[in-house]
């Protein structure tokens, strides 16, 4: 079993940042691939990107590319979420996930088995 923790999510401007932190215990952390995943009300969840174990591969939804950035720390066992130049349409509750699958656009919930749950982000002036 893997168990994920997020945390660092909370109110922000529109234009501002957060960094979100996923901490992992349990199994070793390496050879997952983490994702970061948002869930809004009344919305179905979505992938917001994910990176390899090794760190040397990424994928961004094209709604966050250029903003938000994945990394990962794997002696802390932990991965990373930064979000710049946040929108009110970013407003979400954040996931993040592990699984050994690999890093690709197609990417679904259904292909992580390893869940935290969740932190809230509001963007809104």
């Known amino acids: 079993q893997v168990q994920l923790v997020e945390s660092g999510g909370g109110l922000v401007q529109p234009g501002g940042s957060l960094r979100l932190s996923c901490v992992a215990s349990?199994?070793?952390?390496?050879?997952?691939?983490m994702g970061w995943f948002r869930q809004a009300p009344g919305k179905e969840r979505e992938l917001v990107g994910a990176?390899?174990?090794?760190?040397?591969?990424?994928y961004y939804a094209d709604s966050v590319k250029g903003r938000f950035t994945i990394t990962r720390d794997n002696a802390r066992s932990t991965v990373y979420l930064q979000l710049n130049s946040l929108k009110p349409q970013d407003t979400a509750v954040y996931y993040c996930?592990?699984?050994?699958?690999?890093?690709?656009?197609?990417?679904?919930?259904?292909?992580?088995?390893?869940w935290g749950r969740g932190t809230q982000v509001t963007v809104s002036s």
């Open positions: 996930a592990a699984d050994r699958t690999n890093v690709r656009a197609t990417m679904t919930p259904s292909d992580f088995n390893y």
């Open positions: 349990g199994r070793t952390f390496s050879g997952y691939t």
């Open positions: 990176i390899s174990w090794s760190g040397g591969r990424t």
